[in-house]
């Protein structure tokens, strides 16, 4: 017949190595101490019986008494785990930590309560010392009740639980731990905080992100200055207008973002960016991001942000200096346009022309420069970083078309024709243009009208490839086709800019 404690101890282990393969590292500690304690118990177990032939009765009943604690406690705590985390895991049905400790807790109680009255102990006696206990521990452990007695009620009534974002006082993180004495709460700093049961359940605790029948999101306030000489409306409408045409990882699209106004100070108008934190880890992060689109966005309105009013500049300049430093910039600017294709007709004139009446333009990656079907009278030319071409279908498709570089122009039919945005620019780098507006060129056209016909065919050229790249068109276009196109373009141009 097969020894029932062979047939334990091969339960044991099959037990533990299924735990040991499904737990992660952290709780594989816990059961090779059990299994541990459980072997000792048996090897004890053994010792004892070596004792008992060599007459060491007393000494021997001691050790197996003993080992038969520690082997009982060992096979609740292995038996205990492997229901609570998987067989009942396996249905999702698992049940509160603190449940499973009290369960294990009081099958362990009981095993030893069976022990002691199988060693010959009285059991009516505990009961006339346990109420003298009860007083001892009680004001010698009343801290460490307190938090026990907190960690049941967080538990049960689930306020909180392991993943949540919390606040308290100063400390903001994620629930790591739930235990009888304390929660454990990870920083964004890589700070793990243990605040014990006892105050967490006296004090204030807020938990972030979350709303009855809501996704998890958390709304973020950027502040940021603005002088009073800007209109608030101007102002916000500005960026509003950049952050809601962007797409800034980590920010909601519903609900919106937007800027209101937050108060007067003494020198300035205060304003807030809110918005919508999908990911409560990337606060920082997506902070910055929203500041570097706030400042782009206020800079290519000719807003700037704020200084103190107290603040004095002293600097030394002649006129002569001005003048220098302005035809050093208009130079550099022409050198620039002359290597734009659209501009090669133009002669030094023309170019100086351009340079005086171009706005710098700064963009950040991810803000959208134009949008299809857009009507907006001006051109960009891109200096540096890296813009995308996108054609957008009636359906929402995208099709990313081509990247350009700096030299290239973007939004030339725009300017020159008047007609909506063929497709949309979207920044894959933090770039800088020059913005030229429809003024710009109604003095040299009117002066020059033979230029109207060299961009007549340079449009005609790049709308010829738009429309082949949107209908999948293989092959040269026909001499007629284009020739009729640069017809057109020509006529639209004279149009718009009131050309004979």
Known sequence: MIDPRLILAAVVTGLSAVMLVRFPKTQRKHVLRSILAFFAA????FLAVQLTDHGYLQSASYLRNLAYVVEGLAVVKIFGDFLFKVLLRIPGMEPEQIFQDIVILAASGLWILVRLRATGVDLSHLVTT?????IVIGFSLQDTLGNVIGGLAVQLDRSVVVGDWVKHDQ???RVKRITWRHVAIETNNWET???PNSILIKN???ILGRREGEAGLLRRWVYFNVDFRYSPGVVMDAVELSLRRCQIRNV???PELNCVLIDFEESYARYAVRYWLTDLSADDGTDSAI???VVNALGREGISLSIPAHTVFVTEDTEERKYKREQKRIESIARELRDVELFRSFTEDELKHLSLRVKPTPFVLGDIVTRQGAKAHWLYILVEGRVRVILEGEDGSKKYVAELVPGTCFGEMGLMTGEPRAATIEAISDIMCYRLDRESFLDILQSRPEVAEDLSKLLAQRRLELEAVQD??????SAKRRAQTEADLLDKIRDFFGLS
């Open 42 to 45: 048996n090897a004890a177990l």
């Open 130 to 134: 346990s109420a003298v206990l009860t």
């Open 171 to 173: 400390v903001m993180g």
């Open 193 to 195: 905080v243990v605040i």
């Open 204 to 206: 204030k605790l807020t």
């Open 252 to 254: 909601a699209e519903k």
């Open 291 to 293: 500041r570097e689109h």
């Open 472 to 477: 999948d068109l293989a092959g040269e276009v």
